[in-house]
């Protein structure tokens, strides 16, 4: 039998009985209200910044290394039946710990007339790192969807970051910038920190690409990489768009009141996704000093989009929705509407009139050409005209 979403309904059905234990975004650590958009980039942006990295994802000890390179290896201009230039780029560094690599493929439209706004997929589900070559297209990267709407569309696979499996964190670039000897302290960054800062280096090297439009580059990923894709976007504000896909528990659901995945599941099966602090919360969830929709707010003003699917009752549709909800009031700070509704829409009914857009598709735990098409939606709403 089909699982049944729990509560298709109001929002206020989830939040009452949390209501007292939701932390305000806008309150500081002092008590103090914030009023303003510059007071939240003076004070409370960074104070919440801080509060996930010592309770949640852990600290990165390294931004970009002075070792790293971008090489292009090979450009193919007449690739995807003549519509797309791709390249295969590989993004190398060096540290205490040995050298590591990311492989990239990217596409970008050979019909355009300045460079071209890209989407980067933080991809879970690729190749393991002893293979080689580009990231082949596929329905979970529709890059030639992409590259039909006027878009760049660029990969990587977390492995090549860090492999996803509980191994002391001696390999990936755990092992290369912060060894076992050197995790001092609880809020050591977990994996899905790693790739997280694999996806800013690959966005060092975009960024320096002739071929794509910088200012409009979107971060994208699903399940364990959804999480990924907002914490990138919180501690890299060069991401002008940040879309999580169905990341429920330690991504965009609440923590507080969720349904399926909780702390206790989810740290007891991957506890290497977050810092060891985490674990301290499991059946505790009212005591986490953060919770999810202060992650969304991190990406303000930028764009965010959060997307579930109506049988992905584990990741909780209605959890994610209420923490766009929650969020909207930083949003409100910069004169911008949040996710635009308080009740969660039906299916296939997407929201994408504010800065935080949402839609709920029909179906299981999956990222769908559906999916895709909605993204490119909203960023041609909200990125149109393009100079």
């Given at each position: 039998m089909r699982p049944v979403l729990?509560?298709?309904?109001?929002?206020?059905?989830?939040?009452?009985?949390?209501?007292?234990?939701?932390?305000?975004?806008?309150?500081?650590?002092?008590?103090?209200?914030?009023?303003?958009?510059?007071?939240?980039?003076?004070?409370?942006?960074?104070?919440?910044?801080?509060?996930?990295?010592?309770?949640?994802?852990?600290?990165?000890?390294?931004?970009?290394?002075?070792?790293?390179?971008?090489?292009?290896?090979?450009?193919?201009?007449?690739?995807?039946?003549?519509?797309?230039?791709?390249?295969?780029?590989?993004?190398?560094?060096?540290?205490?710990?040995?050298?590591?690599?990311?492989?990239?493929?990217?596409?970008?439209?050979?019909?355009?007339?300045?460079?071209?706004?890209?989407?980067?997929?933080?991809?879970?589900?690729?190749?393991?790192?002893?293979?080689?070559?580009?990231v082949a297209p596929s329905a979970f990267w529709p890059a030639a969807a992409l590259i039909a709407r006027g878009y760049a569309a660029a990969v990587f696979a977390v492995s090549d970051v860090d492999p996803d499996r509980d191994d002391g964190f001696r390999d990936g670039v755990h092992g290369i910038f912060g060894p076992p000897a050197d995790r001092r302290g609880d809020d050591a960054w977990g994996t899905i920190a790693a790739w997280a800062w694999g996806a800013s280096r690959v966005m060092d090297c975009l960024s320096g690409d002739p071929d794509i439009d910088a200012r409009r580059v979107a971060v994208v990923g699903h399940s364990r990489a959804g999480k990924t894709a907002l914490w990138a976007g919180a501690e890299d504000p060069r991401f002008a768009l940040v879309v999580s896909n169905e990341s429920g528990c330690g991504g965009a659901a609440l923590a507080r009141g969720k349904q399926g995945e909780r702390i206790a599941d989810i740290t007891k099966r991957f506890p290497h996704w977050f810092c060891a602090r985490y674990r301290a919360y499991a059946g505790r969830e009212a005591d986490l000093p953060v919770d999810q929709h202060q992650l969304l707010t991190l990406i303000a003003p930028r764009l965010l989009y959060v997307a579930s699917a109506s049988e992905d009752t584990w990741a909780d549709p209605v959890s994610e929705f209420a923490a766009c909800v929650h969020a909207a009031p930083v949003y409100a700070l910069y004169g911008l509407s949040g996710v635009g509704a308080t009740t969660l829409p039906a299916a296939e009914q997407p929201l994408h009139a504010g800065a935080i857009g949402h839609h709920l598709r029909t179906g299981k735990h999956d990222l769908t050409l559906y999916d895709w098409e909605r993204f490119m939606d909203f960023a041609d709403r909200h990125w149109k005209p393009r100079p």
């Open positions: 729990p509560a298709l309904v109001a929002l206020s059905a989830l939040t009452a009985a949390d209501r007292g234990t939701l932390p305000d975004p806008l309150r500081g650590t002092d008590g103090s209200v914030v009023a303003s958009s510059a007071q939240w980039e003076a004070t409370r942006r960074g104070e919440v910044l801080e509060l996930f990295r010592i309770h949640v994802y852990g600290r990165t000890p390294i931004g970009r290394p002075p070792s790293l390179r971008c090489t292009v290896l090979a450009t193919t201009p007449d690739a995807l039946a003549g519509a797309a230039t791709s390249k295969h780029i590989e993004v190398a560094f060096d540290g205490p710990g040995g050298a590591g690599v990311i492989r990239v493929t990217l596409f970008v439209p050979n019909r355009r007339s300045a460079p071209a706004p890209a989407f980067l997929l933080i991809d879970n589900r690729s190749r393991p790192p002893a293979e080689s070559g580009p």
